[in-house]
Structures are given as C-alpha cells and as structure tokens.
C-alpha cells in the first residue's frame, strides 16, 4: 500500500508534506580546509482532520518505522486537538523540469574545489594577511506535497551559496559579503571581492560619530532587520489577531514613496525560491509595498480562512531562527525583495556629510520587532563627506522601522542577499545613533 | 546495531571515525491567545558521521541506519579530496576509551504523565494570563524532549547516554494606550517534572510586572553604571564571554588566540567564571558529551585571570590544552559543536544592597530577551528596568538594550554580590545554520558594571 493510501485510511482528510535535501558545505577558515560537511535528510509532516478535529505530527527519516509512528502521533494530536478551522489544498503543480542541470551536478567535490583554489589565490594576491574565511555551500532539495483533496505538488530546486569574509583586524566582528546562484558560479565576483576589500582596508582605524540623528546607509546584508519586521507586521496571523501596528493599514502610505518592497518567490538565484508553499499552495509574486503604500498582507490557509480571503502561498514552517518540518506553518515572506534604485554604492556615501554606514546589526531581536522597534548595535563604519573614516565602536542605534525608513534618500542599483530576502544599499536621511 | 555501527567503522581503513544514532522522541503543546495551536508527541532517529581522515575532517548526517554504508562512502572520498587540499593536518588529542551506559533518573519523570495532564496544566497558566487586564494575546509552549543517544568510535567507545527535559516557556503579551509589551515566563523540569505544577503564583507575579511595564518610560540612550539581576547578568557572561570560551570559536582567529592566552587579565580579581556540566537539576547538565568525552568542570576565569577554555578533541589538540568535554549536538541533523554546559559567574562578597549603595545615579536591569554577539562585541535586551538614585530604586523603565566590547565591559565589573542563581530554562543558539540548545544552563549573582552603554528610544 501505498503512503497516500494508508494515509486516507486513517484519516477523514490529511496533507503529507515530504523534503528530501542533499547539501554539501565547504567550510575555510583561516586560509585551510576547516571541514567539508555532507548531509542526506529526509523528512516529513502530516497535518489530518478525523472527526473534524485538527492534529499534526512530523518525523525525520524515511523508514517504515518512523512512517508508522508519524500515523500514530498524528492521530493521537488529532484526538486531543481542537476543531479544524480550514481545509487542505486542492491545487496540483509539478516543477521537475526546473532542477538544474548544471555542469557542476557530478563529481561536485573536485570542481567546487578548482573554485576555492582560484578564489583563495585572487586574495592572497591582494590582501594575504588578513584572516580569510569561506564557505561553499551547494544544496539540492525535492518537496513533495499531496493531501486527500487530490492536491499533488513537487518541486526541485538546486542552489550555490558563497560567504567570504575576514574579521576586522583585532579579531572582533567580520566583514562579509554573501552571493548565491542556481548554477554554480562562473567567476570568482572580482567586483565583489574587490569591494569587500575596500571595506576591510577601511576597518584599520576605528570612528565613532557624536551622538545625534544622523544619514545612515544600510548594506543590503544588514536590512534583513527591516524584512523580519514587516514580515511580522503584514502577517495575516498578527493582523488577525490584532497585534500587528499594520492593522487597517492597507491602502496606506507607510514607507517613503521611494520604496517598493515585492515578495518574489520565483527569483532565479535566490535560495529561498519556492512554487508552492508548505500548505501546497501555488506561491506568487505579491507586491508589499509600492511606492510606500501598503498594497498586501500575507496569509497561509488557517488566517485567510479566518479573514475570509484568499491565501497567498506565505505559508511556511518557519520561525525566527529556524526553518524545518518541525515549526509549525504560519504566513511568512518567501523571498522579500527591496526594488533597485538608480544610485552606485559609491553615489550613495557621496551624499553623506557625516553619518555611518551599517554593515551590520546585532541584537534586533531583543527589541520590540514585531512593533518595528529597533534597538541595535551598528557595526560598520564612520562616514565624513563621503569618505570612510574606519569602523564603528560602540555605536547604538534604534528608531522604528515606520518612522525611520520614511525618509529613504537614496536606493542602491543592484540587488544581493541579505540573510533574509534581497536587497539593495539604502540611505536613509537620519536615525537616531548613539556614538561619542 | 552495535554491531552493525562497529562493523562500519571496523572494517573501513580511517583514521579516526565515530557514530552517533540518535531516537528521539519530543512532546509539543502550543497555546495562543485562545487556541491550541498544537499538540503533538512526535518520534524521529537518524545518525551523524565524523571521520577524520586523510588530514582532514569531514562529517555527514543521514536518516537511517542503512543508509549509513553510502555516507561512509562519501565521506571517505571527500577525505580523498580535501587532504590534496589541507594545508595542516587537523588532530586530535588523545582520549580513554569508555564502554558505558548511563540512563536519567529521576523522581518525577515527565513520560510518566499523559498528553491530556500536560494539555490542562499549560491550558490553566494560559487561561490565566489571557484574562488578565491589558492582556491581548498570550504564547504558552510545553516541550518535553528525550533523547537516546549510542555513541560508537573506531578507537573502542561504546557508549549509551540520554538527555531528558520538560519546560514550559509563555509570552504574554499587553497593550495600553499603543503600547505593546511582553513578559517572559519560564518554568523548567531539568529533569523533574514536579518543577512545573503549581506555578500560578509566579505567573501573577511576572503579570504584575508587566501591567507596571504598560505604563513605563523607554530607558534614554546613554551610557550608565547599571546592577543586573542574576538572570539578565547570566545572559551577559553567556553570550559575552561563554562563546569567546569555546575554542572553536577562536581557533582559527589568530588575533582572538593572541587575545584570550591563558593567564590574561580578564577583570578584577572578584571575577570567577565556571562552566561545569556536573552540577545537578540545571538545564546544562550531563555525565557524556557528544564526541565520548566526560564532562568537567572548567575555571574559565579565575580571580580575574583566563584560566582555561571549552573544548573537543580537536581544539584540546590545537591549544594543547586539556580536554573538557563540551562537544554537543542538538539532534543527528548537526555535528557536535563545543557549546557551554551550565556557565555561571561564581558568587562575589557583596550584598545585593551594598551594591545599590555604591550608584548615585545609574539603572537596575532585570532579566534578558536575547542576545547576539559578534566576536568581542555583544547586544542583549532586558525586559524592564528601574532607575536607581542615590542608592534607592525608582520608576521603572523599558525598551532597553545593552552593547558594548567584552573585554572592557568585563573590566568595568567593580562589584560581585553573594547571591549566586541558576536560570531555570535553558537555551543558547549558535551554529551556521542556527541549532538552539535546550540543554544549556546559566547562572550569576547580582553584579554592577560602572560603565555601559544603553541604547533606548
């Protein structure tokens, strides 16, 4: 018997969610090898009604034990659970032919190492005493979706992602630049390592600016605070339950009119890239904001249930610091994307006289994030009439996302990662800094 | 499946290699607001690969026991691959060879219960909080997780350990006037079950705070000598200090090692800092790590001065340090990673009061809601605070973070009280991607930095 069918037989209705990953990490530290990193996973989550009560249960492994035991938990959760408040998916949607067929899908090991060597030698040309670290990673998933509604969704998706970086001389934070692709890269990104060499040699010196409000341009790296608060600000959840400040917010200008801020799950290279959701349904570019207004909440099956509209494939299993099959779904940006402006790294510094330049954020999830609030320390750099003066110490930084980023300056002309979603450079006219 | 695992490694010409399968079990209860979100006993195994082969490292998880010849495999041409590549061949120290089997024991085992007892306990504290005045939505989860654990390496260990914990961890969240504030709660079975009935009263109380944080002012930025509770001062030397102390976070940073040398003055001699997973009933607590090591007790810091680090078998090798087994993963998806067990600042000489004494104009902060750290530097929240004036606490204040630079916030620590606490619940995120530790346990006394920077609204 199949697992669908055993499924079906113990349950009135279910969805059966399966990921399969295979990733392969290349980890440099200090110029060597500091290890290689192989990992062969699979695991799943079974979501069922039976007599119109809601249950859930996931496991890792693919053995008919562990199967056994997913049916068993699942049926015990639903009869302790309380009553189901949605349906499962009925949509259908098949992806294979998208899994890459990149030159790079055998024999991975020896050519992501010709990669490394060509790379390691470019810097140590450059820059050979700085403590360079690396790491590769090449990560292959297949994820399938079906439930008893005849919903039957599949998905291969193949990624490469590089990091490199140094810490700043002293040994303390790390300057780092972040790139990723659906076929493994071509080049070495001189232009890239360029510029996180510019940076690095900045980062001899330290400065610090006086306290006061103050420009501040972010690196598209550091806006990942930004993309976690808005994320929880447009939830369909946190709007449904009265917590998000966003609530009767659509149609509302919320952000400078310079903003555009689309959630784009189908982007190329991004390794968040999804077709369907972990609800099994079909995901879709969505526009967030435009030109400062906000055009969208995001909702997965339970919360577009709850308010009457149409989910819009945000369901993920994800929270703060985690994403795998044992987090519970809840709606969640896919790939939020900040538009580009028309502006070079180098105009935006131009336009500062004196304020700083943000590499980095630490600690904004001890702030009040889910309200926009943030207060965080600044790693990053002193700017002078564009110039950098040498890395930040001990500079503070905290405002509210819907206050400060109304007053958006300029915007970068290209995208890259940030640890959550894309995004451009972006300057800011003034946040509050504390400093000297 | 000794055996099985013995013959792999037996027969495979590796250096070094060794096998960790895990079966684990978890129960999950979630409530917010007035649902229940979830509730669920879930069963999962798999197992990870280390081999340290050809001069290199390398390591793998897979799903099951069978598929562990194909990993092995793997493995093993990787090793082929990367020792072309390896500059220094990685080591390491040499270790005894321990054939055991230690099982928790305890008085009130959480299994014991059924889903429906622990489903009307978290059901009671949530009903609780959500009726409570300016309260719009509550978050109450009860996780129990047990973890059996077979270790096997090619040296000859054998061992069979487990990990058992329950707790229940609540966010109530309250709104008055616009302003939405949260309060933490945190009751934990480190391994006792009893630890988590009749908790009713410290709930009120945490409510009591958190009305009164409704009407506090947001801290003003600045920089302020401030006394930290024992909580939030444990979060500090976790997340400040703890990380810079397991040494594979600095192995390969030469400034850092030039740094953190053994023997260096870290602060004034009032300052003791101890990790010691041997101490009993705190979250960080166990006899075997994840790479077949004993667990010991290790004096960081010592009057004041570095005294010794955290380490696995491989960074011992590299410093040429000795071991302290402190080697932990959080399932069979990850490797272990050196990780604190329970980090504590011993107990100082002062009291709580004298310590307030000493602070003219300055804050009181109590209790962390997270922390980051990145090399020396560290940011961490707390949840409230109040000002103090001339020695005396006054009005409360909140939405506050603190920032600073280790080594000379560690300097700034003038005063140290006498009343030493464990926090009841664990937990410590580190890892690229994060892996979250349940079994991590920190304490501290009250302790007064002269000088810190706040950052406010």
Known sequence: MNKMDEISKNFDKAEFLKKEVDKLKIKIENWDLENITQKNLVSSSLRVIKDNKFGSNYTFGNSERTFNKLIAGARESAYYGEKAKFDFSRQKLNKKSLFNKDKFGKNDGKKLFGFIKDLLYYIEQKEKDITFNLRLNKSSSKISLKTTNQAELFEKNTNYQLRFGAPVPGGGSQISRTLEQDAMFEDICIDEINDFLQDYRNSYETSSPKTGNMPVLFSPNSLYFLFVSLNEGVSGKKVYQNISPLVDKRGEKIFSEKLFIVDKPHMKKSSSRRYFDDEGIKTDRTKIIDEGVLKNYIYDLEYSEKMKVEPTGNGLKKALFQENISVPVTPSFINPVIETGNKTKKQLLSEIDEGIYVTNVIGFHSSNYEQGHFSVQAQGFHVKNGILQGRLQDVMMAGNIYNDFNNVIGIGDKLYPSMFGYAPYLLLEKISVTGR | ?457
């Open chain 2, 1 to 457: 499946m000794k055996d099985y695992f013995k013959k792999q490694l037996d027969t495979r010409k590796i250096k070094y290699g060794d096998i960790r399968y895990e079966k684990n079990n978890e129960t999950l209860i979630n409530y917010e607001g007035r649902e229940l979100k979830d509730i669920k006993e879930t069963y999962r195994e798999g197992g990870h690969l280390r081999l340290y082969n050809n001069g290199s490292k390398v390591v793998g998880s897979f799903s099951e026991a069978k598929d562990l010849p194909k990993t092995m495999e793997k493995l093993i041409n990787y090793s082929k691959l990367a020792g072309e590549f390896q500059k220094h061949e990685v080591k390491i120290k040499k270790a005894p060879t321990i054939k055991d089997k230690v099982l928790t024991e305890i008085n009130n085992d959480p299994r014991d219960y059924s889903l429906a007892d622990k489903k009307e306990l978290l059901k009671k504290y949530n009903d609780l909080a959500i009726k409570q005045k300016h309260v719009i939505n509550t978050k109450f989860r009860y996780r129990q997780f047990y973890s059996n654990r077979l270790f096997i390496n090619s040296e000859g260990s054998v061992i069979e350990y487990d990990l058992l914990c329950s707790n229940i961890v609540g966010a109530i969240i309250a709104k008055k006037d616009g302003v939405v504030q949260v309060k933490r709660i945190a009751f934990g079975g480190y391994p006792e079950f009893s630890n988590l009935i009749d908790r009713k009263d410290d709930i009120l109380r945490e409510i009591d705070i958190l009305q009164k944080m409704l009407d506090a002012e947001p801290i003003k930025a600045g920089t302020y000598p401030i006394v930290i509770n024992p909580q939030l001062a444990s979060v500090f030397i976790h997340e400040a200090f703890g990380h810079l102390s397991e040494a594979d976070i600095i192995k390969n940073n030469p400034a850092f090692r030039k740094k953190l040398q053994i023997g260096k003055e870290m602060g004034k001699e009032i300052i003791t800092v101890i990790d010691d997973p041997t101490i009993k009933n705190v979250p960080g607590s166990y006899i075997y790590d994840d790479e077949g090591q004993e667990g010991r007790k290790t004096e960081l810091i010592k009057k004041g001065m570095l005294a010794g680090r955290l380490h696995s078998r491989e960074t011992a090798y590299s410093f040429s340090e000795p071991l302290s087994g402190n080697m932990r993963a959080v399932d069979t998806n990850f490797p272990p990673i050196i990780r604190m067990s329970n980090i504590f600042i011993n107990k100082g000489e002062s009291s709580k009061e004298e310590i307030f004494n000493s602070i003219e104009d300055g804050y009181y902060l109590l209790n962390g809601k997270g922390g980051q750290t990145t090399g020396d530097q560290f940011t961490f929240g707390a949840e409230y605070g109040y000002k103090i004036k001339n020695g005396e606490r006054k009005e409360m204040v909140r939405d506050i973070n603190i920032s600073g630079e280790l080594f000379e916030t560690l300097k700034r620590i003038s005063m140290v009280a006498d009343d030493l606490t464990f926090n009841e619940v664990g937990g410590c995120g580190k890892g690229d991607p994060m892996q979250l530790n349940m079994f991590s346990g920190k304490g501290a006394p009250h302790i007064k930095i002269d000088q810190a920077n706040l950052g406010g609204q």
